[in-house]
Every structure is written in structure tokens, then in C-alpha cells.
């Protein structure tokens, strides 16, 4: 299957989505494959076997959120002038989110821009952080503060590297595509809350959903200036999560999972969901093993937190916000009152 993306706003920027087993590739050009250790051990191999050019280098980082800092970038940036790459060389980034984040951004500020394509090799980042553009670091004061919008030339999407995914790596991925289905198509939810994600097929076409909506949103707003912030539903709560808890307790789906039911119980407190519905998306969620509850201990913190957020401007913090199921809404200007009792309702001993 081949998604386009093709974005309106932007002059010559079209590539494709690939959802098959991963092709031959062939570049005339000095290529370097950014990877970690874990993704190396399993998969490298199979990826060189598919790779031909010019002069080719791996380069690897360490694994893990942690490590995803400016520190790191220079990392790759160094190993990038001691292959001596010019501007029609390339990159590939060959791993999860973190690895696709921080690939894209070597790769736009790299002699100010040179070429990458992404081979996604998690669930969570075939079907949202590979897709779109989005690059970027974490710093002490929040998550990809620092980063681009930057397109890769080419995504590439093999499920049979999720066949080495561990349980909770696959988990996370499914929270980014429950988190489509509950912005976007209702209809899509009712599937995912009947789907056997063992059952290949059934996940094959989860992804290719999930994906599809992901371009659709991308190719109308590639700068989040409108319906793509819609995307960050239950990431405005997450953010928060991680940065409490330095990037070490949660993967950043399962931080999104509980950002999720964050999100919806503010949304009840307004009127804009039921309680059955919040309680149909938490329900979907634990049976994924996903987690859905976390101990705030101390609202005032947390809600201060939100003000870094990307989303937030002229200190109006925006939420993103579900309308039920299959809607959703760009809420800013909440009492503050109103965000503190909610956040008060996910204290310690609750």
C-alpha cells in the first residue's frame, strides 16, 4: 500500500508512505544509517542486504528517550563531517521515534538540509512519529522544545520488525492509533475496540488506518498553524508526565495513554464527552495493558508546566480536547479552577 503526502501549503514537497516489506533501495551518494544498538542487533543486517551505494557508514546512539539531547545530535552531526557527507548525501533513520526525531533534525540543520528517509521499527513511530515531518530534542525544560518541520524524502513501513517489539513498545504504539480513531472516526474506534492486534491482517490494516488519517491531517496543515495540533490530543498531559518523570518511567505512548484519560475526564467536566464514552476509551486502553491512571502530587506544579507547552501561547494554555467519539474540539481560556480539579482528581490515593 502507498499513502501520498503532498502538502498543500508547501511548493514540491510529495513522497510516499510505503506499508509493504521494505524494497530494494539503491542511492548514488554517500548514505549513513542512524540506528541504536538494540535495533542494530535485530534488524541491521536485513537493512544493508537491501541497501546499495555510493559509500555507506552506520552510526549508533545510544537507546532510549534519555538520550534524545542536543548532546546526542552533535554525536551524529560529528560522524556526519568525518564521513565528510555533502549536500546530496543522505540519511536513514532506522529505529523508533526517538531515533526518526533526532535523525530528521541532524538532517535539517546539516549543512543547512540534506536528505532522509525513514524505516520505521516501531509501532508507535509506523504510525505516527515517522509520518508528517516532525523532528526535534527534549531539554530540561520540556519535551522537543527544540526542533524543525522537515520532511523525509521516503517512509518506509515493514511490520515484520514489529516481530521483535516487546510487549510494551507495541502497547505504546497502539495508544497513537486509539488516539486517531477517537479524534477522527468513530467507526474506526468501534474496529479497534472488537481487533485482535495478534491477528496480522487486522493490524496491518490498523496501521494503514491509523497512517491514512495521519496524512490526511498532515497534507492540510504541515505546521501545526490549525486541525494538526489536533493530533497532540492527550499530549499536553503527557509532556508533563514525562518531564515529572525524566523520560525513564514511561514510554511516551504509555504517557499518552494516560494523558488520554486526562484529556476526556476534562472533556466531561465540560460537557463535551459522557462519562460512558471516557470510560469506553479507558476500557480500550487496559485491555491494550496500557496504563491509565498516575499520582499527581502537586497540581500547582503541574498545571504551571502546561505554560511550556508548544501549544500554548500568550500564557492561554490550549487543549485538545475530544467531542464525544470520532470529534474533537480546540479548547483554550479554561478556568483554571476548572483544569486544577481535574488534575486534583488523579492525586495520590486516588
Known sequence: MIIPIELVQAQNIKYDIVIDDLPQLTFDTKVVIVTNPTVAGYHLDMLLDRISARELHVVRIPDGEEYKNLETIEKILNALFEHKLDRKSLLIAF???????????????????????????????????????????????????????????????????????????FAAGIAEIIKMAVMFDKDFFDFLEEADFSDESMLKEAIAKSVTLKAWVVNQDEKEAGI????????????????????????????????????????????????????????????????????????????????????????????????????????SGIDEAIVKKVLGSFGENK
Open 95 to 169: 529505529g523508533g521515534g526517538v531515533i526518526g526525531d533526532m535523525t530528521g533534525f541532524a538532517a535539517s540543520i546539516y549543512q543547512r538540509g540534506i536528505d532522509f528517509i525513514q524505516v520505521p521499527t516501531t509501532l508507535l513511530s509506523q504510525v505516527d512519529a515517522s509520518v508528517g515531518g516532525k523532528t526535534g530534542v527534549n531539554n530540561k525544560y520540556g519535551k522537543n522544545l527544540i526542533g524543525t518541520f522537515y520532511q523525509p524524502r521516503a517512509v518506509y513501513i515493514d511490520p515484520k520488525f514489529l516481530k521483535t517489539l516487546p510487549a510494551r513498545e
Open 228 to 331: 494538526r495540533a489536533v493530533l497532540n490530543y492527550g499530549h499536553t498531559f503527557a509532556h508533563v508526565i514525562e518531564n515529572e518523570t525524566n523520560y525513564t518511567a514511561y514510554l511516551h505512548g504509555e504517557a499518552v495513554a494516560v494523558g488520554m484519560v486526562m484529556a476526556n475526564e476534562l472533556a466531561v467536566e465540560l460537557g463535551m464527552m459522557t462519562q460512558a464514552e471516557a470510560e469506553r476509551i479507558k476500557s480500550l486502553l487496559k485491555k491494550v495493558s496500557l496504563p491509565i491512571s498516575y499520582s499527581i502530587e502537586d497540581v500547582n506544579d503541574f498545571y504551571e508546566h502546561f505554560l511550556l507547552d508548544k501549544k500554548s501561547a500568550k500564557g492561554s494554555i490550549k487543549f485538545i480536547l475530544p467531542k464525544g467519539l470520532g470529534g474533537f474540539e480546540i479548547v
